[in-house]
Each structure stands twice: as C-alpha cells, then as structure tokens.
C-alpha cells in the first residue's frame, strides 16, 4: 500500500523565518530573519513551555516576556542555494596568446536542464568557460559581446566516473578544442573524445565578473544567485594563458605538477587549506586563492585515490576533491528584519520569536541557555540533535512507509510548506542532495519547520524532538523544580567546565547526536560524582562534529551498518570538520552502554505502544527509593500523549557485551509487548533473518536501568523516546511522573 497523504489544517501562507545565532545568553542580542507575504506583522518574545496541542494533555503554553511585543514590515526573501568557488576577476588582455581550462571531475549529475560551469567567467555574452552541456558532453564556451560558441564533445560522459577535461582556444589561429578522457583501468574509449573547430570570433569579450568554479554568472558581492551549478567533485582546476600543447595535457593527465607548465595563471589544490577552510590555495605566482560559497562538501577522494588509505591525513595528495552540489546551503543570508537585546536577567529556557499577520502565525525557535549555573539541576536540550533531523524531508523522497506505521500520515502544514520549498530550505542529514549524495551538513541559519513547538511528524501524527521535550519542561514547572536550560553547544564548546556545578543532568528524548568534546565533558561529570538521568532513547549514537570556524553547522559522516539513508562514499568517512572518523559511537569504542547502561536496541510506530513490566530486581531494598508510591504489580506507563504508551518510538536495552557496567540494575523491561511494526535495529541483524520483530525477537525492548558510578554518582536511564510524553497523564499523577520525581529529588539530595 502507498503512502496516503493528509494535510493537517489549512496550508500555510509564507511567514517564517530564523534566528542568528540559535543559542544565546541572558543580556546577547539576537537577530531575527523573516519572509512574509503580508505587509505588516507583530513579533512577541514568548517562552515555551507546552508544545502538544492534543486534547487529552494539559495543552500549549507560553509564557510573554514583557517589553518585547513590536510591528515590523514584512517584505519576502528570496534564497540563492548552490555551492562554488568565487576568485577575483581575471583580464581577459591575459589570454591575447590564448587561453586553455583544464580540470578532473567526477559529475553526479551530467545530464540535465542546464549547463554544468566547471570553471567560468562568463555571462551576457562576454568571458570564457569550461562547462558539461545538458547532454553532458564537455563544452568550451567562448564568447566576444557579439555571439556565443560553443564547441563540445560527441559523447556523453558516465555518471560517477573520473574525467579529466580540457577546453583551449588559439585567438591567433582561430581554432578551440575541447577533450574529454576517462580516468581508469577500463576507460571507456568511445568517451575519450576530442573536437577541434575554426572559429571567426577574435578576441574575447571582457567582463568584470569574478572567475567561478562549479557555477557561473555571479555578478558582484550583492548579486548571489549561482547560475549553472555543477553537481559532483572537481579537482585540481587550472588556467592557462596560451593553448598548450599535446605533449604538455598528457603531462597534466599524468599527474605532473600544473606549475611545471609554462604560464600557468591559476591552479587551485583543493588539499593545501584544511578542508574545513572556506578557502582554496591557487599554486601559481599570481595568488588567485579563492571563497568557498555554501559549503559544499571537502576532504574527499581524488581521480588518483587507490584504495591503499583511508585517511587524508596519511595521504593528502589522495584527497583533493571537494563536491558540489546545486542544492547546498549554508546560510540563507536572508536580510534581518528586527533586533532584540535580551535582559540580563532573563531566565534559561526554550524562546521563541512569536510572529503574526493575518491568519498566520509563526514560532521561530531559539534557546537562551546560562553561562553560570544557577540552579542544581540542568536540562540539556539537544540542540545538535535539531540540526541534524532540520527541515527532514524524507516523506518526500517517494519512499512507501506503509510497512514502517500502521498509523496514517496527516502530513504537518510546516512540512507541506517544506515540500513545496525543497532546494530553498536544505535538507537534513537524513536526506539526500537532488543528485543522490547524501546530505552531511546542516546548519541553522535558514527556517527550521520541525523545530516549531506545535509541529507533529508525519511518522506517528505525534509532537517529535522540540515540541517533545517540552514535555519535560513543562513537568518541571508543574512539579515545582528549579532548573537551568544548557545546550548541545554549549556542552561541546565548555565540556565539563559548564556541567561541574550541577547535581543532576537530565537529557531530553532523543540525543542521538553527540560530539567526542560532549561525551568527554559528560563523562568527566559523571566520574567527579554528577548523576545522570537519560530520559529518552536511542541517545549518544552518531559520531558528530561542529565546524571549528562556523558554529552554526555540523557534520555527520555514515558509516557502513546501523540504519542510515545514505552511506559514505568508500575512503571518505573522515569527518572534515575534525578529522575523527564518522559512523556510530557503538562501532568506534564509545558505546551508550558504557556510558548510561543501555543502547539503541530497536524502533517503530504503532497505533499502541506498550508500557513496562517491573522485574525482581526492582524490589531491591537499594532502589526502593525509585518505586515509591508504586504497586508492585503496576504496570509502568501503559498511558500517554504519543502512541498511548512509554516505551516507544525507538527503544534501548541493556546488554553487558557492548559494555553496560555490571552493577547496572535492570529494574523494568518491556520485553514481549511489543507489536511486528517494532523492528530490531540493523546493527544487531547479523545474518538475514525473519525473526526481527516486537512479537518474537527479544531483543525488541526498552529497559529501564539504574546504577551507581564512582564518587557517589548515579545513572537513571528509561531506554525509551516516549518517556516524556506519559508525565501529564491524569493531571501529572501518574506512575511514570512518580518514578521521574522520585529519581530527580534523590539525584538532588543535599550531600
């Protein structure tokens, strides 16, 4: 059965924006992004505390901040995706003795609607370029303000295969050629192509546009929509200033050094600026080095890779590439629309920027988290776990999710929004780019639609990441308890300097992706004594980085096993960003289990999801504390907001061979309960296997799990995303709301 697709409400008239930066602190300033349709709208500072709207919970709640209601006028934003390389403009008087491009590329896409630029300075009739044509053939484009000619290959070029291509043109005797050959052991002879051509065009037209690699027709710093967006890698591009010789290509397609060829007026290694860097190195004498645009995707494997490494560091020569993509997005640059200074005594917490015109409203997200502990206990909101799963598109990606839920799909207006603006506003790292390669970047400055407090996912018609994690907060406000908002950011930039002061940590539902600097801080912490509460599941999972110069991205690199959407290309699962090696932490030494005594064990969507059933060790007199108020025979959270039950969505167990601390005490399980739409997670399925479902493979279960660590520190861990959203069941009484507070007070005794 396919997908059958409901929209929630009406659709969404355009009002949306974003905030530079997504984390701030009490007394920063912070700006607001915004595209409207409307002409005018109001803008209010609220604090989130309750994001589920759904009938049968205590409903949404926000809190205004006084002094920060303002009418802006609106105006729309338009956003130029696309990845490249922006240089000076080059003089064309340079080229009086001729002109010849040379470079390797690798298309992902070399077939199309448009011209694929390689190396261009060309627009309105006037410069130069190197370019696939929509047929995908090689293409010397020479233009002189009167005409443009183009001179290309007869053939097509294979998808995903190294190129080395060349266009020249001799003004003196009126000739150009362009080549294509095919790099590898079983080049494909038909594709190593060459055309030559008289021409009666003169000289070259000047332009004052910049010289571009992978797009062309960027007019000037004001003017950045990318034309012609080339989708692949390119490596080692070059210009010269005459047509060179045969001898002289076959030298350059035999890896000489492109500064050994005479006149050489501009050589770009890709390997000699970090690949973190949004800059390039031009190796000739005129220092033509160039601005990486966009941020398209860097450290990868050249034509000359031969498998003998697997790291740039070893062999940088061997990763000097970099990938483009029509689609890549950084920044949206979008103009700012109005400007808040923030009280100095403004409270920690999840904000929002609140905007209203006409019938139309918006929340645009941010957090305000504390330099200084204030309070004893800190929820730290996985802010890096947002970005990877922003603007996720995959319920557009024509994949039939019909076997994954049984639940029907009522799309969210937001994500009807982001289907109609797919290449405007990126994707997420579980998504793909419009050539097939897997998204590793994300960043925050664009409109994140699912980090909205009302948004629900398409997956279960349930609130999902930030509009779930309200739930605990809104707990901890019904309950009394004082606390201070951390995030993902501030954990990576500080460690354990920012987590020392505090009793307890509480996580929210989903921290799956974690930085090695956030488990070294989270370790640290809890070996100086700290207690830990893991409210979620499937948390400490994916090898994650944070761009070391640009805060507002991250980097995620899949490995090989574990559920992914895409896989990394063979020799390039080296994180640019860091150098570490990407995958899950499980595979790289770091388990959750060592960490917080269970991991990711299975997931799934169900129209019910099950409870758990306490087991022996849970009436030990040492844990007795975590049960009090509790039957013995009570079942724990058969009840909640999202699929009616607390262990679900994804599950963790247990289990002493990925390292769970053999103190760990295994309270509670659901183990048994759980339906065929529960799937054991792909790491443990080593062998093709029927039985991998909820009704009958074991390992399909959340466990609930407490042990002590070193220095009188503790970890409560639930092993379930669903905990959160049982806490108000019957007006906050009830026994999953019991146990949380049981832990919590306890982690918070005085010592």
């Not at 917080?596 to 997931?603: K, N, R, T």
Request: hydrophobic share 35%; net charge negative; with cysteine.
């Amino acid at each position: 059965m396919a997908n059958e697709l409901t929209l929630r409400g009406k659709k969404r008239s355009e009002l949306i924006g974003y905030s530079n930066p997504m984390v701030v602190h009490p007394g920063d300033s912070i700006q607001f992004m915004v595209s409207s349709e409307f002409p005018e709208y109001e803008a209010t500072l609220v604090r989130l505390i309750h994001g589920d709207e759904n009938p049968e919970g205590p409903g949404f709640k926000i809190k205004v901040v006084e002094g920060f209601t303002d009418t802006h006028k609106g105006f729309q934003q338009k956003t130029y995706p696309g990845s490249y390389i922006s240089t000076q403009t080059v003089k064309l008087d340079s080229f009086d003795d001729g002109l010849t491009i040379s470079s390797w590329i690798y298309a992902t896409k070399p077939v199309g609607n448009n011209y694929q630029a390689i190396v261009s300075q060309q627009a309105n009739e006037a410069g130069f370029g190197l370019y696939l044509n929509p047929q995908g053939q090689a293409t010397l484009r020479l233009s002189n303000n009167e005409k443009t000619i183009d001179i290309s290959t007869d053939y097509c070029i294979t998808k995903s295969q190294w190129y080395f291509v060349v266009g020249a043109f001799d003004p003196r005797e009126g000739t150009a050629m362009v080549m294509q050959r095919q790099c590898g052991k079983w080049p494909n002879s038909a594709a190593n192509c060459e055309t030559s051509k008289k021409l009666n065009l003169g000289k070259l037209s000047t332009t004052n546009i910049p010289l571009t690699i992978a797009a062309s027709g960027i007019t000037d710093s004001l003017v950045k929509q990318p034309y012609n967006c080339f989708n692949g890698k390119i490596e080692s591009p070059c210009i010269f200033s005459r047509s060179i010789s045969s001898i002289e290509i076959e030298n350059l397609f035999s890896n000489c050094d492109p500064s050994d060829v005479p006149d050489l007026i501009a050589g770009w290694n890709f390997s000699r600026t970090p690949p973190y860097s949004n800059k390039v190195e031009d190796i000739s004498n005129n220092h033509w080095h160039g601005e990486v645009i966009n941020f398209p995707m860097r450290g990868l494997t050249g034509h000359n890779w031969n498998g003998s490494v697997f790291s740039r560091k070893i062999a940088p020569e061997q990763y000097g590439s970099i990938h483009f993509h029509e689609d890549d997005i950084e920044d949206m640059k979008w103009d700012p629309s109005f400007s808040w200074e923030l009280p100095k005594d403004l409270r920690s917490g999840c904000y929002a920027a609140f905007l209203k015109g006409g019938d139309e409203e918006d929340y645009v997200t941010f957090f305000v988290s504390d330099s200084t502990p204030k309070e004893k206990i800190a929820f730290l909101v996985p802010t890096i776990t947002y970005l990877a799963y922003a603007n996720e598109r995959v319920l557009f990606a024509g994949i039939d999710f019909s076997g994954l839920t049984n639940i029907p799909i009522i799309v969210d207006p937001y994500d009807a929004f982001l289907g109609e603006n797919l290449k405007e506003f990126g994707g997420s790292i579980y998504d793909v780019h419009s050539d097939g390669s897997g998204i590793c970047y994300s960043t925050s400055r664009r409109p994140i639609v699912n980090l909205r407090p009302k948004h629900r996912h398409w997956v279960h018609s349930c609130p999902r990441k930030l509009p779930f994690d309200l739930y605990l907060i809104d707990w901890l406000e019904k309950k009394g308890f004082s606390y201070d908002v951390i995030t993902d950011h501030d954990l990576h930039k500080r460690g354990h300097e920012l987590l020392k002061e505090y009793d307890v940590v509480l996580t929210g539902s989903h921290p799956e992706y974690w930085t090695s600097s956030m488990l070294d801080g989270l370790d640290h912490f809890m070996d100086d004594g700290g207690n830990l509460m893991y409210l979620g599941g499937n948390g400490f999972y994916w090898v994650t980085a944070v761009d070391p110069e640009r805060d507002h991205i991250i980097e995620v690199r899949r490995g090989y096993a574990a559920g992914r959407a895409w896989e990394s290309h063979v020799g390039e699962l080296e994180l640019a960003s860091n150098g570490e090696i990407g995958g899950i932490w499980r595979h790289l030494g770091r388990s959750p289990n060592k960490l917080v005594g269970v991991g990711f064990a299975a997931q799934g969507w169900d129209m019910k999801t099950p409870g758990y059933k306490r087991l022996p060790a849970s009436y030990d007199p040492n844990v007795q504390f975590i049960f009090k108020g509790i039957e013995r025979d009570e079942v724990i959270g058969d009840f909640g907001l999202v699929m009616s039950g607390a262990a679900g969505d994804e599950v963790d167990r247990i289990d002493y061979d990925y390292g769970t601390p053999p103190q760990a005490i295994r309270l509670a399980t659901s183990e048994g309960l759980h339906s065929s739409y529960y799937l054991v997670c792909h790491e443990d399925v080593m062998v093709t296997m029927p039985s991998i479902d909820g009704t009958n493979n074991q390992k399909v279960r959340a466990d609930m799990v407490y042990y002590q660590t070193q220095n009188d520190g503790a970890v409560f861990s639930v092993g379930s995303i669903n905990w959160l959203g049982s806490l108000s069941h019957n007006n906050y009484e009830n026994n999953v709301s019991r146990i949380t507070e049981n832990v919590l007070r306890e982690f918070v005794k005085e010592k």
